[in-house]
């Protein structure tokens, strides 16, 4: 079984080609961030317009790397939702277009279920049943994964994501787009203990989350300041420990109250070294294990398409087929 992947969700065209037996192919992704920098964020229409330029040379591209002719690709899975719609849409059309030609199966794909399985890309992937925690600019979800297809929302966000939390911290501290990871170089610098912020919701139980308020803290312990100094290094730092803290102490309960023993990190937001630093010591103090996908499929990436497109089509699921594009998609109602 040969799936051809397209991911065209928001600001990055990707393509990728990946075999049941012989795992990843290839992949290729072109990132639009430098056209984005100049308005300190994604715009839809441009983004939707640039994935229209990229997507047939990137397929031809991924194609000629995995020297795989057409005959020998079985489906082409595409994002289908959620993501900005009229991205999704260029992708889905030329993914649907792609299967009549070819006579093929095209298959929509929940971006956030990629994000679910790209750790099934390492060497050392996963078994089924575990935890997730997904992470992203859009997303903060705690997920009990049970199977392909079979996905339960234990806790999320009631307001910004924690990528998104970073993203807006990191445009009061005067840095460019994208701003999470520029954020998270700059507190690398910065001294732990100067600025100590709230650790949202961790004073009550549950397992949902809520960084707007740690947002705005970080806004007042900017105000009146000089952002030339030091100071800023270590507000990133505070606000960085901050996020990476409750997430972690989140992970913790949801291990001990799931009792697995697997804990998955999905999303751009699981690149993050500090994250990745505090999540081992959480596993290890309760003799669990965590995986991380490559910091090249932590963020979108048509790899993670190809994978699922690849175990929906082994598996039979195939219903729904047909051009599809949904911009809000509840992770539960994927089915299977």
């Given at each position: ?12 065209t ?19 961030v ?12 441009l983004?939707?317009?640039d994935h ?6 990137l397929?031809r ?20 939702g959620p993501?900005l719609?009229?991205?999704l ?8 277009a792609?299967?009549?030609a ?18 099934l ?5 996963p078994?089924?049943?575990f ?10 979800q705690?997920v009990?994964?049970?199977?392909l297809?079979d996905y339960?929302?234990?806790?999320e ?8 939390a970073?993203?807006k ?15 998270a170089?700059?507190a690398?610098?910065g ?7 709230p650790?949202?919701m ?30 800023r290094?270590?507000?990133?730092r ?5 996020v ?9 309960r949801?291990?001990?109250?799931t ?11 699981g ?41 929906r089509?082994?598996?039979?699921m ?6 599809g ?12």
């Amino acid at each position: 079984m040969r799936v051809l992947g397209i991911e065209s969700s928001c600001d990055e065209t990707a393509v990728a080609v990946y075999d049941e037996t012989d795992g990843l192919l290839s992949h290729r992704l072109y990132s639009q961030v430098a056209m984005h920098r100049a308005y300190g964020g994604v715009v839809p229409e441009l983004a939707s317009r640039d994935h229209v330029r990229r997507l047939l040379p990137l397929v031809r591209e991924a194609l000629a790397a995995a020297q795989s002719p057409r005959e020998s690709i079985d489906g082409v899975a595409y994002t289908a939702g959620p993501g900005l719609i009229g991205a999704l849409l260029v992708g889905a059309g030329f993914a649907t277009a792609l299967g009549l030609a070819w006579a093929k199966p095209a298959i929509g794909i929940h971006h956030l279920e990629g994000h679910l399985l790209a750790p099934l890309l390492e060497p050392k992937p996963p078994d089924f049943p575990f935890l997730a925690l997904l992470v992203s600019g859009g997303h903060t979800q705690l997920v009990d994964v049970a199977a392909l297809g079979d996905y339960r929302i234990l806790g999320e966000t009631l307001d910004d994501a924690a990528g998104e939390a970073f993203d807006k911290t990191a445009k009061l501290l005067g840095l460019p787009y994208p701003g999470g990871a520029a954020l998270a170089t700059l507190a690398e610098g910065g001294r732990s203990g100067q600025f100590t912020f709230p650790r949202p919701m961790l004073d009550r139980p549950g397992l949902d989350f809520s960084f707007s308020g740690l947002k705005t803290a970080a806004l007042v312990a900017l105000r009146g300041r000089d952002l030339q100094g030091q100071v800023r290094a270590d507000v990133a730092r505070g606000f960085e420990e901050a996020v990476v803290e409750t997430l972690a102490e989140k992970c913790r309960r949801a291990l001990v109250q799931t009792g697995h023993r697997r804990l998955v990190i999905a999303g751009g937001v699981g690149a993050n070294r500090r994250l990745r630093e505090r999540l081992a010591a959480v596993v290890l103090d309760l003799n669990a294990e965590v995986y991380f996908p490559r910091t090249e499929f932590c963020t979108d990436n048509g790899a993670m398409i190809a994978l699922a497109g690849c175990m929906r089509l082994a598996a039979g699921m195939l219903h729904g087929l047909g051009m599809g594009a949904r911009a809000n998609w509840e992770l539960g109602a994927i089915g299977v």
